[in-house]
């Protein structure tokens, strides 16, 4: 009931004419004068974000000031950028920003709707590759933060499912060091977090769940133990992104599938948050001194959480070495498909290529077009 409530309330407004902008304003004032940040966003999803931003070439962005890179272009910033390419992206920078409690349970019922239509599509995709999940595929999801996915996972009729992450990566979000104290915090946060999830499910599905500490690109996972490996959003996050790929190779059973839903670093929003500029394409247009001089000009306050996040939780992963990295290591690619934004594509020039390409030579327009990435790979029969 609830849903179809929130798909009316979408429809009446483009019946009466409300635009995606004036809503999108609106989310931007009460994310800054609201401290429930998180929930806001989190309902900006999923109101507006059923039909598409327009071209935001067509927003009345102002120029507001000129950055000069190391070598010697002057390059216009524009003001609102990055709100409208992040928005809400001010929670990163609350210093009271914690998880400490869970979600009340409208927001968890929010989420694991969410959650059902990404598997939702994720599930139609690899049946239309003759993979299905039954009572006798074991699942792992990589990234699996607050084990919403998990636990949908669960529900699918699958014989296990293990959750793995590693808690230097939230922390690296944040203003904290890691050290063994935020380590304990944050390890109990995400607990707390996955046991209020695992409430909103029986028994028999939750049971079937389990967590564990793990780095993806040294991974204490056995050997051929699950037939089927996934992750959303983390991909992008992987600074060895080879050496994970190795170990899901070796983890996967022969046979095993493994699927992958990204946000590449190249796409106009791959800077995420921390390092989206005020520019198109910025992150990935300046180089890391460059990023760094930029910083210090123009969001001193922001510098070492952004620099941080540049450093340590994106890598530099292009379509072109991923392929080369899967053809490697003996991966079967069934699907690599980039969904292009026709807008990205519009609004690009060649200085902003030439500007990518320079600091990294494989990337090609696919990489800055594709704000998202689908990759299924298989593990081929014979092979242990």
């Known amino acids: 009931m609830k849903n179809n409530l929130r798909y009316f309330f979408v429809y009446l407004l483009k019946r009466l004419g409300v635009t995606k902008e004036s809503l999108r304003a609106l989310a931007l004032r009460l994310i800054k004068k609201n401290k429930l940040q998180r929930e806001i966003t989190l309902l900006y999803y999923q109101f507006?974000?059923?039909?598409?931003?327009?071209?935001?070439?067509?927003?009345?962005?102002?120029?507001?000031?000129?950055?000069?890179?190391?070598?010697?272009?002057?390059?216009?910033?524009?003001?609102?950028?990055?709100?409208?390419?992040?928005?809400?992206?001010?929670?990163?920078?609350?210093?009271?920003?914690?998880?400490?409690?869970?979600p009340n349970k409208d927001l968890l019922k929010d989420r694991i709707s969410l959650c059902k239509k990404q598997l939702n599509s994720v599930v139609d995709v690899l049946a239309k590759?003759?993979?299905?999940?039954?009572?006798?595929?074991?699942?792992?999801?990589?990234?699996?933060?607050?084990?919403?996915i998990a636990y949908e996972l669960a529900s699918r009729g699958a014989a296990s499912v293990q959750g793995s992450d590693i808690e230097s990566y939230y922390i690296n979000e944040t203003n904290q060091d890691i050290t063994n104290k935020t380590i304990k915090n944050k390890k109990s946060d995400l607990n707390n977090l996955r046991n209020a999830y695992r409430e909103c499910y029986e028994d028999e599905?939750?049971?079937?769940?389990?967590?564990?500490?793990?780095?993806?690109?040294?991974?204490?996972?056995?050997s051929n133990s699950k037939d089927l490996v996934v992750s959303w959003e983390v991909l992008e996050h992987i600074i060895n992104p080879k050496a994970a790929f190795q170990e899901i190779f070796r983890i996967l059973k022969p046979g095993g599938i493994s699927f992958h839903e990204y946000n590449p670093f190249y796409s106009v929003n791959g800077g995420h948050s921390l390092c989206t500029l005020d520019f198109p394409w910025g992150h990935a247009r300046l180089s890391a001194k460059d990023f760094d001089n930029y910083l210090k000009l123009l969001r001193p306050n922001e510098r070492e959480l952004a620099l941080k996040f540049f450093h340590k939780n994106l890598n530099r992963?292009?379509?072109?070495?991923?392929?080369?990295?899967?053809?490697?290591?003996?991966?079967e690619i069934i699907l690599l498909l980039p969904w292009v934004d026709k807008d990205h594509f519009k609004r690009i020039d060649i200085n902003i290529v030439n500007d990518c390409k320079n600091l990294y030579p494989d990337v090609q327009i696919t990489d800055l077009i594709s704000p998202s990435i689908w990759l299924i790979i298989k593990k081929p029969e014979h092979q242990n």
């Open 48 to 102: 507006i974000d059923e039909y598409p931003f327009p071209s935001y070439d067509k927003l009345n962005n102002k120029i507001f000031k000129n950055f000069l890179d190391s070598n010697n272009q002057n390059i216009p910033l524009y003001k609102n950028f990055r709100n409208y390419i992040k928005p809400g992206w001010e929670v990163y920078f609350d210093s009271s920003k914690t998880l400490q409690k869970p």
């Open 205 to 222: 599905i939750a049971n079937i769940v389990s967590f564990i500490d793990d780095d993806i690109c040294q991974s204490s996972i056995p």
């Open 129 to 148: 590759h003759s993979f299905q999940i039954s009572n006798k595929t074991h699942i792992l999801e990589i990234g699996t933060y607050d084990g919403a």
């Open 317 to 331: 992963l292009t379509i072109k070495t991923l392929q080369s990295y899967l053809q490697t290591i003996g991966f």
